[in-house]
T-cell receptor, first 117, second 115 residues
Framework: DGGITQSPKYLFRKEGQNVTLSCEQNLNHDAMYWYRQDPGQGLRLIYYSQIVNDFQKGDIAEGYSVSREKKESFPLTVTSAQKNPTAFYLC????????????????FGEGSRLTVL | DAKTTQPPSMDCAEGRAANLPCNHSTISGNEYVYWYRQIHSQGPQYIIHGLKNNETNEMASLIITEDRKSSTLILPHATLRDTAVYYCIVRVGRYGGGGNEKLTFGTGTRLTIIP
């Protein structure tokens, strides 16, 4: 089935360690997004990418890094520079607007919950 | 993308219609209104979207005011499973043109269905 897959679902990390969250989609979407969600809060945009080998900072990019080497994949690295990384991380994808297949709908993964010990 | 404003929380009795408002006073002519909902600890789920006409699907109805500055999502017969956080966002539609799209969400409305 087509969809967007995040892994791992739960992750524990010691302070000072980098960790990479995986996001893979087989929907043939050009655009991919990473959001962070803290308890009782909305979604905040970390990074987004409209096309392979290009990405842009969102509202809270400090302490995070991404890559977009393949259309299907948009991994997020939470670095040791991120002061408060414990959160729920959501990846999403959609067609890029203007294209024939564009509907504007965002498809989300089930999320990755990162806890720093 | 234009920003949206939603009430932080609402209650609705089970079986009644839930009406969730959203203000998007700076919406552009080529921007659509989208609604998503997020059940606890899951990824948000698409509900419905529209440009200027009212829309209905199997999940909900969307009413957009004539000036497009606000909209209302209607869940006609709310059930306990509709308890979730509902997000209203606006984004460029099909013929909106090019450029990078910084797609932001607000804090949404936490809807609680009361038995």
């Amino acid at each position: 089935d087509g969809g967007i897959t995040q892994s791992p679902k739960y992750l524990f990390r010691k302070e000072g360690q980098n960790v990479t969250l995986s996001c893979e989609q087989n929907l043939n979407h050009d655009a991919m997004y990473w959001y962070r969600q803290d308890p009782g809060q909305g979604l905040r945009l970390i990074y987004y990418s409209q096309i392979v080998n290009d990405f842009q900072k969102g509202d809270i990019a400090e302490g995070y890094s991404v890559s977009r080497e393949k259309k299907e994949s948009f991994p997020l690295t939470v670095t040791s520079a991120q002061k408060n990384p414990t959160a729920f991380y959501l990846c999403a994808s959609s067609h890029s607007f203007g294209g024939h297949s564009y509907t504007g709908e965002l498809f989300f993964g089930e999320g990755s919950r990162l806890t720093v010990l | 993308d234009a920003k949206t404003t939603q009430p932080p929380s609402m209650d609705c009795a089970e079986g009644r219609a839930a009406n969730l408002p959203c203000n998007h006073s700076t919406i552009s002519g080529n921007e659509y209104v989208y609604w998503y909902r997020q059940i606890h600890s899951q990824g948000p789920q698409y509900i419905i979207h529209g440009l200027k006409n009212n829309e209905t699907n199997e999940m909900a109805s969307l009413i957009i005011t004539e000036d497009r500055k606000s909209s209302t999502l209607i869940l006609p017969h709310a059930t306990l499973r509709d308890t979730a956080v509902y997000y209203c966002i606006v984004r460029v539609g099909r013929y909106g043109g090019g450029g990078n799209e910084k797609l932001t969400f607000g804090t949404g409305t936490r809807l609680t269905i009361i038995p």
